[in-house]
T-cell receptor
Framework: DQQVKQNSPSLSVQEGRISILNCDYTNSMFDYFLWYKKYPAEGPTFLISISSIKDKNEDGRFTVFLNKSAKHLSLHIVPSQPGDSAVYFCAAGETGNQFYFGTGTSLTVIP | DTAVSQTPKYLVTQMGNDKSIKCEQNLGHDTMYWYKQDSKKFLKIMFSYNNKELIINETVPNRFSPKSPDKAHLNLHINSLELGDSAVYFC??????????FGNGTRLTVT
């Protein structure tokens, strides 16, 4: 039972445009959501998070949006840069408990 | 000054063998984890240790055993390796409720 889903395995975007990565979750008890970025042969690195008391969190070019009623979150990257090309994992969970990860979306930013 | 380091990076072994993967963190975190990423890219938690106490143990075969000699180390021992154990294993650490910091992974291949 996959509690966190990323339905788009891959995404290609032109440099300078917006990248939108999507994530859905099933457990309404989840109150903490994270995005991780992973380069080949490296471990995932934490990118940005949001708690359920917010619907938006911004950090530079990265913004995460949370829609609790739809159990959906998205990561916006603007403007996209070639160095952003990586696999992005969404994760969700209850604070203090384990996080559940999606299967990742491979983003390619085309120069 | 790697935050979470795991060794070896690659491990190739035959079925039936016993092997270990080591993990160390220098972040002072109170919880360490082992995750498995299988061929379908699912990143699933296997174990976590908090102050030397196992607090999460998913439905993992008992051939897998975590061992934590101290707060900074969480090693993974695997007995009687099977073909299906081939995967990338990630060690991670965190303070309770905070984002995970991952190691770079160990790619295990069982032949």
């Amino acid at each position: 039972d996959q509690q966190v889903k990323q339905n788009s395995p891959s995404l290609s975007v032109q440099e300078g445009r917006i990248s939108i990565l999507n994530c859905d979750y099933t457990n309404s008890m989840f109150d903490y959501f994270l995005w991780y970025k992973k380069y080949p042969a490296e471990g995932p690195t934490f990118l940005i998070s949001i708690s359920s008391i917010k619907d938006k969190n911004e950090d530079g070019r990265f913004t995460v949006f949370l829609n609790k009623s739809a159990k959906h979150l998205s990561l916006h990257i603007v403007p996209s840069q070639p160095g952003d090309s990586a696999v992005y994992f969404c994760a969700a969970g209850e604070t203090g408990n384990q996080f559940y990860f999606g299967t990742g979306t491979s983003l390619t930013v085309i120069p | 000054d790697t935050a979470v380091s795991q060794t070896p990076k690659y491990l190739v072994t035959q079925m039936g063998n016993d092997k270990s993967i080591k993990c160390e963190q220098n972040l002072g975190h109170d919880t360490m984890y082992w995750y498995k990423q299988d061929s379908k890219k699912f990143l699933k938690i296997m174990f976590s240790y908090n102050n030397k106490e196992l607090i999460i143990n998913e439905t993992v075969p008992n051939r897998f055993s975590p061992k934590s000699p101290d707060k900074a180390h969480l090693n993974l021992h695997i007995n009687s390796l099977e073909l299906g154990d081939s995967a990338v294993y990630f060690c991670a650490s965190s303070q309770t409720g905070a984002p995970l910091h991952f190691g770079n992974g160990t790619r295990l291949t069982v032949t």
